[in-house]
């Protein structure tokens, strides 16, 4: 099956034409299933273009044990796992501040339009995008728009010219000032064509008649959804980024920035730009039910895709232009399942374990607060405590262990040396997305079925937890690039190595997986 992707670097290589652009997407929470079964409701020139025109890859495997956004994005970009391309989640616990941060954060850049505080410094390999702008020792343009932040940074990279994305709270385009390319056209959009002051008026309803959307109950036909964002409701930037509403507005920059930075028409070098969609469950649905929304998400998305496509055909020229597009490789279910459905559930507390879990370690050891924090499915010891006990650390995160494994609602339990000793092969998943350097020291799963409540922070973070084994998708789609459906699983690190080879530039330099070709 792996054929058709030799082809499309043979074809390029005997021809020996560059493409002038390349364009990378990544979709948080794309899903095969989806794509296929809503395929009568799509246009021609979004997803059935990429099926028809491109390499679809049907089954992309990130591999690690908890892909979200942000490490999937570096995933995809590095060509390596978190453990190694150093971004191994959204945000890490700071064991030294004694606070999570972002992963990306890093206090010496201000932001641009924000407070928040971010660079690509965390991010220790290269990427698709470094190698485009060294390939053209620094003549090619490099461009990300985003939804979030630190996505925007590990597609624009190290070297990339600029990277904006929509503030959560003020709806602004915001950037950091590690980069120094700030084009006018989002300044301008700031001002003259702010979000704030035209999201009063924005609508989100069904796109068609609810005849035509799959499987939807009789309540969900009599009473259609209808969403609008008033900017008295405090969450209102937060609501929107959720919606794909957010993605037409991603589209329209996208479609500036080709116009007004002639993106692909500055000459020799090659030219990139990034983008970011959602295609996350909408987590303001007002009934519990949101299969409808979800459909209509996807009918949206399609539309913004073929509208870029479009775009690039008129300004570039999709033969001269390279695209691939890739999932974030896991799928956060928004709806947790009645009680009156006797479904095996249950609630677990951070607060209620993590309290408990101290109480036993004071008992065997006597006063002292050895539960530092719960951040990201591990708790983090208090190590100064213990060492000043004289105890060892590894011991007391095995008592801990056993312990916890005893709890209802908990799974599994490991320690850190457990994760990193090799003794144990069914925990490669999670040894790919550890860094020891910041990792906790027990990692704990709580059962499926189960709501974990982290009613540690304000407001509380609830999160179903359920199994995303999901068919997640990637296309590639160029001139010469022959339509192929692959059903084989491919690793999401192949991604990074098959676009360079496919560009005739260098891999990232941490990339491992071998491009997708013989």
């Not at 991010?123 to 020792?137: C, F, P, Q, R, Y």
């Amino acid at each position: 099956m792996l054929v058709g992707l030799v082809s499309i670097i043979t074809v390029a290589q005997v021809n020996g034409s560059r493409p002038k652009l390349v364009v990378g997407i990544v979709v948080d929470q794309l899903r095969t299933d989806y794509i296929e079964s809503l395929e009568s409701l799509f246009g021609e020139k979004g997803f059935k273009r990429l099926m028809k025109e491109g390499a679809y890859l049907r089954d992309v495997d990130f591999v690690v044990a908890n892909p979200d956004a942000v490490n999937a994005t570096a995933m995809i970009y590095t060509g390596n796992y978190p453990s190694k391309n150093g971004v191994v989640a959204s945000s890490i616990y700071n064991a030294e501040k004694h606070k999570s941060e972002a992963s990306l954060n890093d206090p010496s850049s201000i932001g641009n339009f924000t407070t928040e505080t971010y660079s690509p410094h965390n991010l220790m390999l290269s990427t698709i995008s470094d190698e485009v702008k060294i390939d053209g020792a620094g003549l090619g343009a490099v461009y990300s728009i985003a939804l979030d932040p630190q996505q925007a940074i590990i597609m624009a990279g190290h070297a990339g010219n600029s990277a904006f994305w929509i503030n959560d709270n003020t709806g602004k385009w915001s950037t950091t000032t590690y980069y120094k390319d700030v084009p006018q056209l989002l300044s301008q959009r700031n001002y003259g064509k702010s979000l704030a002051s035209r999201i009063d008026t924005m609508q989100w309803k069904p796109a068609f008649s609810l005849d035509k959307y799959i499987g939807i109950p009789a309540q969900k036909r009599y009473y259609p959804f209808r969403y609008t964002f008033p900017t008295s409701d405090r969450n209102v930037y937060r609501m929107y980024l959720d919606s794909p509403l957010a993605n037409e507005e991603i589209t329209s920059v996208a479609v500036d920035y080709l116009s007004a930075l002639k993106l692909g028409n500055r000459g020799d070098a090659i030219d990139m730009l990034n983008i970011s969609y959602t295609a996350e469950p909408f987590k303001y649905v007002k009934d519990g039910d949101y299969r409808l929304e979800l459909q209509d998400a996807y009918v949206k998305l399609d539309a913004q895709l073929g509208r870029l496509f479009d775009a690039i055909d008129k300004h570039v020229g999709l033969s001269n232009t390279v695209i691939f597009v890739s999932s974030t490789g896991y799928y956060n279910d928004a709806v947790e399942d009645d009680p009156k459905y006797a479904i095996p559930s249950g609630k677990f507390s951070v607060k209620r374990a993590t309290s408990l879990l101290n109480s036993y370690l004071v008992a065997l050891h006597g006063n002292g607060n050895y539960v530092e924090t719960f951040s990201h499915d591990q708790i983090y010891l208090d190590r100064k405590q213990i060492e000043s006990k004289g105890l060892s650390v590894s011991d007391v995160a095995e008592e801990a262990k056993v312990f916890l494994c005893k709890m209802s609602g908990v799974s599994d339990a490991y320690t850190l040396a457990e994760i990193l000793s090799h003794a144990n092969p069914e925990l490669e998943s999670l040894r790919l997305c550890i860094n020891p350097k910041t990792a906790g020291d027990i990692y704990l799963k709580v059962a499926y079925g189960w709501t974990l409540v982290d009613d540690t922070t304000y407001p509380e973070v609830k999160k179903q937890v359920r199994s995303s084994s999901v068919l997640t998708p990637a296309f590639i789609m160029g001139a010469e690039v022959e339509s192929q459906v692959i059903n084989t699983s491919v690793k999401a690190i192949s991604i990074a190595p098959t676009i360079t080879q496919i560009l005739h530039i260098r891999s990232p330099n941490g990339a491992i997986a071998k491009p997708l070709a013989l």
